[in-house]
C-alpha cells in the first residue's frame, strides 16, 4: 500500500520557523489529496493545511500568512513551511494522503497517515 513519513519536527522558539516534510512511498498511482492535521495535548486532531494535485489549497483561520502548504508531485512529497511560529502551534504534526494504488490486477483508493512529528514552540 502507501507509506507516509513526515521529517522536520522539533524545538524553536516563538517567532521562529520549520518546515516539515512528508514523503510517501509504495505502489502509488495517483494522489489526490495531501494535508497537514495537528493534534495538541488533550484536544482533538485538526486541520492544518491541505493541497489537492492541482493545487487547491485551503488553511485553518489561525495558520493563514504563517504557514504554507506546498507539494511536488514528482516526488510524491508534500511540505509544510511555518513561520512566525507561536507557542499555541505546539502539536504533533501528522501527514495525510488520499489517492489510487496500484495492485497486480487492479487500482484501489488509499486514505494513509504518518506517523507525526513532534513541534515545540516555547515562548
Known amino acids: 500500500q502507501v507509506q507516509l513519513v513526515e521529517s522536520g519536527g522539533g524545538l524553536v522558539q516563538a517567532g521562529g520557523s520549520l518546515r516539515l516534510s512528508c514523503a510517501a512511498s509504495g505502489n502509488i498511482f495517483s494522489i489526490n489529496y495531501m494535508g497537514w492535521y495537528r493534534q495538541a495535548p488533550g484536544k482533538q486532531r485538526e486541520l492544518v493545511a491541505t493541497i489537492t494535485n492541482v493545487g487547491r489549497i485551503n488553511y485553518e483561520d489561525s495558520v493563514k500568512g504563517r504557514f504554507t502548504i506546498s507539494r511536488d508531485n514528482a516526488k510524491n512529497t508534500v511540505y509544510l513551511q511555518m513561520n512566525s511560529l507561536k507557542p499555541e502551534d505546539t502539536a504533533v504534526y501528522y501527514c495525510?494522503?488520499?489517492?489510487?494504488?496500484?495492485?497486480?490486477?487492479?487500482?484501489?483508493?488509499?486514505?494513509?497517515w504518518g506517523q507525526g512529528t513532534m513541534v515545540t514552540v516555547s515562548s
Open positions: 495525510n494522503a488520499e489517492g489510487l494504488y496500484s495492485t497486480i490486477y487492479s487500482r484501489r483508493s488509499f486514505t494513509s
